[in-house]
Structures are given as C-alpha cells and as structure tokens.
C-alpha cells in the first residue's frame, strides 16, 4: 500500500461511508480511467487513472476539455483504492470528501508515452517527470490528454490539455452539454435525494 492510499484509509470512517475499504480486483492488462464530478465544498471533477494498483487522482475545478487551446487546472489529490473507480453516491457530512459523488464518465485509457526504444516511458516514470500523455476511450471523453506538472510540493499543481488530434472539437463542451452519470443516468440532485446516508 502507498503511503497516500493509507493516509486515504486514515481519512475515512469506512463503518460510517458505503464507499469499498479496498482494491477491487483487477483486470489483467487493461486499465481504466474515471471521472467522478463532486458537488463538495466546491464542485469539481475528480480524474483518476489506475495505476500502481491505485488510482492515481486530480481534482479538476473546470473538468476536462475537448478544446486543445483550454488548459484545465488539475491538483493532484490522494490516491484512492481502485475499488472506488465505480462509486457513485453520498459521502456523509463531517467524512473527507463529502458530498454528492456521480460517475461523470469512465472508460480505458493507454499511456502514449509507452513506446519502443529509450524514449519508453511508463506510468509511474511519467507521473515522477511531471509529464503524462494518455488515450482515453470514455463514454464522453475521447483521444490524447497531457497532464503537465507547473508545481510541485505537497498538492502539485498540473494542467491538463486535449491533445490537438482527431477527437479534438472546440465546440463540444460536454461539461456543460453532457452532465448526466454514465453509470446511472441520474444528475446530481437525483443522485442527491436516492441515496441512503443523505440528509
Ligand atoms: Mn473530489
């Protein structure tokens, strides 16, 4: 267990939360990538790639974009168990991260940066460089992403770029256009009022 997927745990009261306490299993060869929207403090969207047997995570205040010339703030957060790549629901109030979590897209990803030769990176080489580029097949979100780290220290700061390739559209906007969960349909507030746990 990483020393971030402990503080995480240290964080959380799993007897008060329906969030899973551990890794899910794992499928061979592939991994998948999650973007949780969490109407918290402030609402943001949660990015989470799998890798290192956690998910590696940005919180993401304006989400990610199809347009090449907008560069989204992404704060890298504590990893989180990779059993958590699913929820959608309630965090009660007073827990770390609570709020209303929904599925806002998920799918696939690969990393780009794998490649024949020196050049070769892999995950965990990209994330200590500050530089990660991936191909992710969502639901909504298509296409390369860069992940650019512009701070370090204790909440690095990053920010993350659509890749100027085919699935780029400047006009899409599926923030605003498409905010509906990809695992249920619901929006916020329906997640909100049907979940047990809510007030
Ligand atoms: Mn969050």
Redesign the pocket.
């Known amino acids: 267990m990483t020393e971030k997927l402990s503080r995480y745990r240290s964080k959380r009261d799993f007897s008060r939360t329906s969030e899973p306490a551990g890794n899910g299993p794992g499928r061979a060869g592939r991994r998948r990538f999650v973007i949780q929207k ?1 109407d ?1 403090s402030s609402l ?1 969207y ?1 990015f989470r790639l799998e890798f290192g047997g956690v998910l590696v995570s940005w ?1 993401v205040p304006k989400g990610l974009s199809t347009d090449p010339a907008q560069k989204r703030l992404a704060i890298q957060t504590e990893d989180h168990p990779r059993g958590y790549i699913d929820f959608e629901g309630v965090i009660p109030a007073g827990e770390y ?1 609570a709020g209303t979590v929904m599925v806002w897209d998920s799918g696939t990803y690969r990393n780009l940066r794998a490649r024949r030769g020196p050049d070769s990176r892999s995950m965990e080489r990209s994330l200590d460089e500050g530089l990660i580029e991936v191909w992710l097949e969502g639901r909504k979100l298509r296409g390369g992403y860069a992940l650019v780290r512009t701070r370090g220290g204790d909440r690095p700061q990053w920010l993350v770029i659509k890749m100027d390739d085919e699935a780029a559209d400047a006009r899409r906007n599926p923030v605003n256009t498409e905010p509906l969960s990809v695992k249920s349909g619901r929006d916020l507030r329906a997640i909100a009022e049907q979940e047990p746990g809510s007030d």
């Open positions: 969490h918290a943001h949660d919180a991260g």
